[in-house]
């Protein structure tokens, strides 16, 4: 069941839903300090009387669960990183449940592993993906598929408030609750599909959004990750294998930690300058290059720049990073500006904007930045 609070958070963001695929939250901003362990749930897919995909003959549940091990073995030496497993056997846990455990452990991701599967045997490659609306047919099978877990329980229409996992119409709803974690779903999606890319030489199927419901309730960045296809019989030899099993793991635990890293910088470079950099002009960079901006939005939708679509804020910009439609709000050297802007934007209803910062055009660290300023 979702926590009445909870319920009340999804009211809200129903309001606010349909505007784009996701406002962007950055969970470790609100830490008071950097110290706080940064608690990572492991999910390995299926399990128990739920097999999974049997691609080749193998099966998608063992696969799964001897990936998620090994992430955490190794994860589980790095003294700044706390793990949480849904399952460490092959049990069956219903993907309520699953986010369940991540929400009671206030976590900061959520990372599914899965095996994928089609009806073609040369469909290759590792995938990931976060939850929002599938752009092709294809996302939405991948989805249904994955979704379809949820008849193996007899309550399943009272746990999904009737969620149908076959009508692409049902999926619009799943949006809604991860929209707040939807930048930072997506900055760790990229992080494990680059990850894939540099250390394991894979194909980039590139960050993808469907409807999954393990990812419905999670209240953090999650991510789904399709490790490869079953189907295809070197592929699925390959995941079926030691070897094959220990190289995903090592560059999914790779990338978690890049991620981990990433978002800590960026939250001690903020409370370090907030505390110790000097008052104005100093403020105001020397460099014209080095200018920040409010990151409001994130889309692969086009949405016009109009006061109505974002609060009444005017002067709303945006940029192509990838896939995405990134939408700021302000434009200025100095970082006492933007910080009032930040304000201005979190007043008007985007409580999770957070500051960016870019040199020459491109987007460069905030700590990079704010070092710049000192």
Avoid: W
């Avoid at 706080?36 to 691609?55: C, E, I, T, Y």
């Avoid at 700590?367 to 000192?374: G, M, N, P, Q, V």
Wanted: with cysteine; charged share 25%.
């Amino acid at each position: 069941m979702i926590h009445k609070s909870m319920h009340k958070r999804f009211q809200t963001l129903r309001l606010f839903g349909f505007f784009c695929l996701g406002l962007l939250a950055h969970p470790l901003l609100s830490q008071s300090s950097t110290n706080k362990p940064f608690v990572v749930v492991l999910d390995a897919g299926h399990g128990g009387h739920d097999s999974g995909n049997r691609g080749n003959g193998y099966f998608e549940k063992n696969i799964a669960l001897s990936i998620v091990l090994s992430i955490g073995k190794i994860l589980e030496g790095d003294k700044d990183i706390n793990i949480i497993y849904t399952r460490k056997s092959d049990k069956f846990v219903k993907l309520v449940e699953r986010a369940n455990i991540a929400n009671k452990a206030d976590a900061d991701l959520f990372v599914s592993i899965h095996c994928d599967a089609f009806t073609s045997p040369k469909a290759f490659g590792a995938g990931t993906f976060v939850l929002g609306l599938h752009a092709n047919q294809r996302n939405f099978e991948i989805a249904k598929r994955e979704n379809s877990v949820i008849f193996y329980e007899e309550d399943y229409e009272k746990n999904y408030d009737g969620f149908d996992p076959t009508n692409p119409e049902s999926v619009i709803s799943l949006t809604l609750m991860q929209e707040t974690y939807s930048n930072q779903s997506i900055e760790a999606a990229a992080s494990i599909q680059r990850s894939f890319v540099s250390n394991l030489g894979r194909k980039d199927r590139t960050v993808k959004q469907a409807g999954f419901v393990v990812l419905k309730y999670t209240y953090m960045p999650s991510v789904l990750v399709e490790t490869g296809f079953l189907t295809n019989q070197r592929e699925g030899s390959y995941l079926n294998s030691k070897k094959g099993q220990s190289e995903m793991a090592n560059a999914i635990a790779k990338a978690i930690v890049n991620y981990k890293d990433e978002m800590k910088n960026q939250v001690a470079a903020q409370e370090i300058f907030e505390t110790e950099a000097p008052p104005t002009p100093t403020t105001t960079s020397i460099d014209p290059e080095i200018r920040f901006k409010v990151q409001l939005a994130a889309s692969k939708k086009i949405i016009e720049l109009q006061p109505y679509n974002f609060k009444g804020l005017k002067n709303v910009s945006r940029e192509k990073e990838g896939a995405y439609h990134k939408y700021y709000f302000g434009n200025s050297t100095s970082y006492k500006l933007i910080q009032r802007e930040q304000k201005r934007a979190k007043k008007a209803g985007f409580e999770s904007a957070f500051i960016v910062a870019f040199k020459g055009g491109v987007k460069i660290k905030l700590s990079e930045a704010l070092d710049a300023l000192k």
